[in-house]
């Protein structure tokens, strides 16, 4: 039996207009014409899409996925960035 | 051990774990091997409908049944891009199904020879379906728990197009309210089963639940499938084959006769009416499309050569 070595696809769907294209899921395809028609049919049966993104896995870079990462520290100490930050009384309007 | 203390805390918080995330080898192990079978029960499940879509009575209800085996399809491959999240190859997976050294829901080993075995598999066995299934969209595992949120909505769709089939069928002819009867009465119990074995008997719950890739026990959800089913069958007007279902005001539930465990275990092993059968139909199947998977490859090479 042979095994395909069709790549792996990561597959992007913009739900309406005026939304982000969001991360579905993943799909094997030969090229990226077929990723596309392939995730059309797999994630956007029921008109869950008005766009489609594709792209290989392998041509992704992506952070460690952990929350601690000390990749995400230098935003952890700069509090002053936060609305809440600053204290303001309260009768001031639109504020 | 700072890792797996680190698990430990995402899992008993109800977080997610992510597929980079470090896991506990048994954990990945369990996963792979729940994903894919899952995966694998979508994929062979086609079968026993499929068998009717050339044969359905109307163009719209082949329309809806080939929409619903195609969806089968589509939850197929959603579960095993799930499971390649985990390191698994889906090709792999593929070989093991075909070479028999994976399982999937037994319930697909049962013949489809009436038009009603349509309507009661959606009506029971995607009900059972469902009742797993629901409680797996909260499972521990973030790309699972995502699959099965899509998995869900659509099977909704193909739980009522059941229920649907059997209502109309059962206000027909006298014939066809027997065809109804005949198909629950041999549905109802293979559907029970569905659940795994009983929970003094299932070797890996206690495991599961601890982390939380099993939210109940398979008695527990039974016990529920049960109870849904119950009031639909009243309102379908058919008969659950089973004289020891009565209502117990006690325990707030119905209780239910003895499953034969040595069937179970029998089609589990093998030796179903249909096991041969289904995994010939998906080799087959699957080394006929081979030439197909190889020429869309070499295109993909000759153009990208070409560029």
């Keep these: 039996m042979t095994r395909s070595s069709w790549p792996l696809y990561e597959v992007f769907v913009r739900g309406k207009r005026g939304l982000n294209h969001v991360h579905v899921g993943s799909l094997h395809a030969p090229d990226d014409e077929m990723a596309l028609r392939n995730a059309r049919d797999l994630y956007t049966r029921r008109n869950e899409g008005v766009s489609i993104w594709v792209v290989k896995a392998d041509h992704i870079t992506a952070s460690s996925p952990d929350e601690k990462d000390p990749f995400f520290a230098p935003s952890g100490d700069k509090v002053y960035r936060h609305p809440t930050f600053y204290s303001i009384p309260e009768d001031v309007p639109h504020l | 051990m700072d890792l797996e203390r680190e698990f430990e805390r995402v899992v008993a918080a109800d977080h997610r774990v992510e597929p980079r995330d470090w896991m506990p080898d048994g954990y990945r192990a369990t996963l792979v091997r729940q994903i894919a079978q899952h995966a694998h029960s979508e994929i062979i499940g086609m079968q026993p409908e499929g068998n009717w879509i050339s044969r359905a009575p109307s163009l719209r209800r082949k329309a809806i049944l080939l929409a619903k085996v195609q969806d089968e399809a589509g939850h197929g491959l959603y579960l095993y891009a799930a499971a390649e999240t985990l390191g698994a190859d889906r090709a792999e997976l593929t070989e093991?199904?075909?070479?028999?050294?994976?399982?999937?829901?037994?319930?697909?080993?049962?013949?489809?020879?009436?038009?009603?075995?349509?309507?009661?598999?959606?009506?029971?066995?995607?009900?059972?379906?469902?009742?797993?299934?629901?409680?797996?969209?909260?499972?521990?595992?973030?790309?699972?728990?995502?699959?099965?949120?899509?998995?869900?909505?659509?099977?909704?769709?193909?739980?009522?197009?059941?229920?649907?089939?059997?209502?109309?069928?059962?206000?027909?002819?006298?014939?066809?309210?027997?065809?109804?009867?005949?198909?629950?009465?041999?549905?109802?119990?293979p559907s029970l089963m569905m659940f795994g074995p009983p929970d003094a008997e299932s070797s890996n719950t206690e495991q599961s639940m601890l982390w939380r890739i099993k939210r109940h026990t398979n008695d527990e959800l039974r016990q529920r499938f049960v109870d849904m089913s119950v009031p639909q069958a009243e309102k379908l007007g058919v008969t659950l084959p089973d004289p020891d279902l009565v209502w117990n005001a006690e325990r707030g539930h119905h209780d239910f006769g003895e499953i034969d465990w040595s069937e179970f275990w029998r089609v589990v092993k093998g030796d179903g009416p249909c096991n041969q059968q289904r995994v010939a139909h998906r080799r087959r199947a699957h080394e006929d499309g081979a030439w197909v998977r190889d020429a869309a490859a070499e295109y993909a090479r000759k153009k990208e050569r070409a560029a």
């Design chain 2, 96 to 189: 093991r199904l075909v070479e028999g050294r994976q399982k999937y829901s037994s319930i697909f080993n049962y013949p489809t020879p009436t038009y009603a075995d349509v309507g009661v598999i959606g009506w029971l066995v995607d009900g059972a379906a469902i009742c797993n299934q629901v409680p797996l969209c909260r499972t521990s595992y973030g790309p699972y728990a995502r699959a099965m949120i899509r998995v869900c909505k659509e099977e909704s769709f193909h739980q009522r197009q059941g229920y649907e089939l059997l209502m109309t069928m059962m206000s027909g002819t006298r014939q066809q309210r027997a065809m109804v009867q005949d198909a629950v009465d041999r549905w109802w119990w």
